[in-house]
């Protein structure tokens, strides 16, 4: 009986280190790999570039603290304070030699090309840069979308707010724009790009000259303005003799064109590119018979590129903010928020 009892024991015994061995053998089950979304990317590229037409002047210009400030209806604003001190500041040290060379830098290592180039004849500073203090320490910046969604701005600031310890407030957007936004009295400097808008704004009385400077309009970078749409360019584009002849090109075949429609510098560039047969202006009126191809956007620079992208449409756009979008489009596109 007890011999009996020892067998089952043993048989029991070795039922279990069984079991846990045939546990321990039993493979993990797998879990299936997430499937990952393909990385969006630009489906636009640059078709035309490089014309004469298409260079693109970018100025710096002080807000005069005792100019007349509108708001948009016309109506006399008040109590506007200038920060005159801060926005010499910012000026003196984008046209330093460490200034200009931030410029010249930005994007060379990314794109291995220049973003924008300094003007052989800029009015370059050597001025003290004074540093902030409590009151002088805001500079508001209104300046357009190009210089801000193409990073420039973002990257050569820190080293400005860094080293003289002031905080740069950017107001983005059309040249137009940014310059209303001035006349407000809302700026204490522009940063722009359209010479006959920003010698209005000088003839206006808006602006005025910074110590050491010959003139109130100080221009100092540029790049170029490009022509861009799909890769199967159906007007022929790239093959036109030059860019006025490729927007013939695309208004005769009627194929959707995307305009910034605000009043930007990019947008002015873009009108006097147009046929004058067309007729086509700033005013809605002038386009109203070719809204089945021509779309005024009236927006920024990065909004445009994604709706030229989305609809497969032609674009003027500057060469900074199209190569930072082709770079990384999606990390482009969620910097637009």
């Avoid at 321990?24 to 037409?53: G, T």
């Avoid at 540029?222 to 002849?245: E, H, I, R």
Wanted: charged share 30%.
């Amino acid at each position: 009986m007890k011999r009996t009892r020892r067998i089952i024991a043993l048989l029991m015994a070795f039922a279990i280190i069984f079991s846990f061995a045939a546990c321990a053998k039993k493979p993990a089950e797998e879990k299936p790999e997430e499937s990952k979304a393909p990385e969006k990317k630009l489906s636009l590229e640059i078709l035309k570039e490089e014309d004469e037409a298409m260079i693109n002047n970018y100025s710096v210009i002080a807000v005069n603290a005792k100019a007349k400030w509108v708001d948009a209806d016309g109506k006399a604003v008040a109590d506007v304070k200038i920060n005159t001190a801060g926005a010499d500041a910012f000026i003196n040290w984008l046209l330093s030699e460490e200034g200009l060379t931030a410029v010249a830098a930005y994007g060379k290592e990314t794109y291995g090309e220049n973003l924008f180039t300094v003007k052989e004849d800029t009015p370059k500073s050597k001025a003290e840069i004074a540093k902030a203090t409590e009151e002088t320490k805001t500079i508001r910046l209104s300046t357009t979308t190009s210089v801000n969604d193409s990073g420039l701005l973002g990257e050569i600031l820190k080293t400005f707010e860094t080293k003289y310890g002031y905080k740069v407030e950017v107001f983005s957007a059309g040249t137009g724009k940014s310059i209303a936004n001035a006349k407000m009295g809302n700026a204490d400097v522009i940063l722009v790009h359209s010479k006959s808008s920003e010698e209005d704004f000088i003839k206006a009385g808006y602006a005025r000259k910074v110590d050491g400077q010959k003139a109130e309009r100080l221009t100092f970078m540029y790049n170029y303005f490009v022509l861009v749409g799909p890769k199967a360019d159906p007007a022929g584009v790239k093959d036109a003799a030059d860019v006025k002849a490729a927007m013939a090109a695309i208004a005769e075949g009627k194929h959707k064109f995307i305009s910034r429609g605000d009043e930007s510098g990019t947008h002015k560039a873009e009108i006097k590119l147009w046929d004058e047969k067309l007729g086509i202006t700033t005013e809605a009126e002038s386009f109203k018979d070719y809204t089945d191809w021509y779309i005024s956007a009236n927006a920024g620079m990065g909004a445009c590129i994604k709706m030229a992208d989305e609809q497969g449409a032609y674009l003027l756009t500057d060469k900074a903010t199209f190569l930072t979008a082709s770079k990384n489009y999606e990390e482009f596109l969620a910097n637009l928020g």
